[in-house]
């Protein structure tokens, strides 16, 4: 499977500031999906995007799905130290198959 | 509601061991996928099923790996003979074959000396 282009591969912010993420592949994809990976345990689904320019929020969680459906980013609105974990996008082609991940993005974030 | 339930959770092994890791899936989930994920990667699949049949086995390396979902439920993936660059996160997911989002289980690490 592909796996996509995720950035940046860390950061290190203070509790309060908003964060942002991206990610990028050279294929299409119809569906995006946002998880958050905490240690010694599975992905979590934080936000599902399945239309092409969809803008989706979930509490401090913003994501949108790129128009040309080759992007997404997510946004994390003033962050708060429980919000330390590793960030991974997923590509999917169609409903029921693989989840193409990225490499993750590692959020840390002082009080 | 019950998520999805993996066993053992730690697992370490000698090389050229057995091992197999299980996985029972979210009731009523007829979609079953086992993901790998390497130390500072994202999961990558290794086998997907729809109810008891593989539809996407072509990540599997055949030669060490199998794997059954034998009633179209609970799964075991097994590895024989296990080598170092097993180790590794065995990672197993579930959701509705129709579609719906995949929730993951805990995941079975496993260490290979």
């Known amino acids: 499977g592909q796996q996509l282009n995720q950035s940046p591969q860390s950061m290190f912010i203070q509790e309060g500031e908003d964060v942002s993420m991206n990610c990028t592949s050279s294929?299409?994809?119809?569906?995006w999906l946002w998880y958050k990976q905490d240690p010694g345990e599975g992905p979590v689904l934080l936000i599902a995007?399945?239309?092409?320019?969809e803008l989706t929020s979930n509490g401090r969680l913003t994501a949108q799905f790129g128009i040309t459906r080759k992007d997404s980013f997510l946004n994390i609105s003033a962050s708060i130290p429980s919000d330390v974990g590793i960030y991974f996008c997923a590509g999917q082609l169609n409903s029921g198959y693989a989840l193409n991940f990225g490499k993750g993005t590692s959020l840390l974030v002082t009080p | 509601e019950a998520g999805v339930v993996q066993s053992p959770r730690y697992k370490i092994i000698e090389k050229k061991q057995p091992v197999a890791f299980w996985c029972n899936p979210i009731?009523?989930?007829?979609?079953l996928y086992w993901y790998l994920q390497n130390l500072g990667q994202g999961p990558e699949l290794l086998i997907r099923y729809e109810n008891e049949e593989a539809v996407d086995d072509s990540q599997l390396p055949k030669d060490r790996f199998s794997a059954e979902r034998l009633k179209g439920v609970d799964s075991t993936l097994k590895i024989q003979p296990a080598e170092l660059g097993d180790s590794a996160v065995y990672l197993c997911?579930?959701?509705?074959?129709?579609?719906?989002?995949?929730?993951f289980g805990p995941g079975t690490r496993l260490t290979v000396t």
């Open positions: 009731s009523g989930h007829n979609t």
């Open positions: 294929s299409i994809f119809n569906t």
């Open positions: 995007l399945y239309k092409a320019g």
């Open positions: 997911a579930s959701s509705w074959t129709s579609g719906g989002e995949q929730y």
